[in-house]
């Protein structure tokens, strides 16, 4: 693992100690690129030629770019880092070291934050209690969010982008959101590309699994194509 900067991780080899407990074949997944093969099977349909962008907003922010049924990884594994894009350049400082970055305006610990500066002890929890201040919270993420997905659309072209957010269940959220990308990226490609908010959060040890099963299954399935 190179890098982790909520956990403040840099270059620790997780495989060398379990690899002296464990005889079982190991294998290390980055958790949202694990939750991301699951993400997109439940969201689309099973087409898997079709490029499709995963994004979950959990502790951190993190994506990943399914391409043809597997995972993106990029040249040195950080494809898919959209947490770190910037989106308010005078903003907060980041666990990155850097200023305005995505997850720290839209990402659980940010959210909190910006509740409980405009009234002490709100959180989303007891979001009734103040609807208003939670409804302009969340159109405010949902544009920066948006505008991010806007980025993405124009970069990747994915068919289909998946949100996996807590904060799908706010109306407010989800319009602007769609409302932001639209205007961000070309009018033909945001038509083009499917939007959708998950309502139930991915386990990304769920993704895990499956990923290990097809990672299993890969070799039979070609075995038996070229059999055909
Ligand atoms: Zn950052």
């Not at 494809?79 to 980041?94: F, M, R, Y």
């Not at 309502?199 to 699994?209: K, S």
Request: charged residues 15%.
């Amino acid at each position: 693992m190179h890098h982790s900067s909520h956990l403040g991780w840099r270059d620790v080899d997780i495989l060398s100690p379990l690899q002296a407990m464990l005889t079982l074949p190991l294998w290390v997944m980055n958790n949202v690129k694990a939750a991301a093969l699951l993400g997109v099977q439940r969201a689309t349909t099973a087409e898997t030629a079709a490029d499709r962008f995963y994004l979950r907003v959990a502790e951190g922010v993190g994506g990943a770019l399914i391409q043809r049924g597997e995972v993106y990884t990029g040249s040195s594994w950080t494809a898919g880092e959209v947490g770190h894009l910037i989106v308010q350049p005078a903003g907060e400082k980041c666990t990155c070291g850097r200023k305005g970055c995505l997850e720290t305006v839209i990402s659980i610990p940010a959210v909190q934050r910006q509740l409980a500066r405009h009234a002490p002890g709100l959180s989303w929890q007891n979001r009734a209690s103040a609807p208003q201040i939670v409804d302009a919270v969340m159109r405010q993420i949902g544009e920066l969010l948006g505008n991010a997905l806007g980025q993405i659309m124009l970069l990747l072209n994915p068919a289909d982008i998946v949100i996996d957010c807590p904060w799908n269940i706010h109306s407010g959220f989800v319009e602007t959101v769609r409302t932001s990308s639209a205007v961000s990226a070309l009018t033909f490609t945001s038509r083009r590309t499917g939007l959708h908010f998950l309502r139930e959060h991915i386990d990304p040890a769920q993704g895990l699994a499956l990923a290990v099963i097809e990672h299993y299954e890969r070799p039979m399935i070609s075995v038996a194509s070229s059999a055909q």
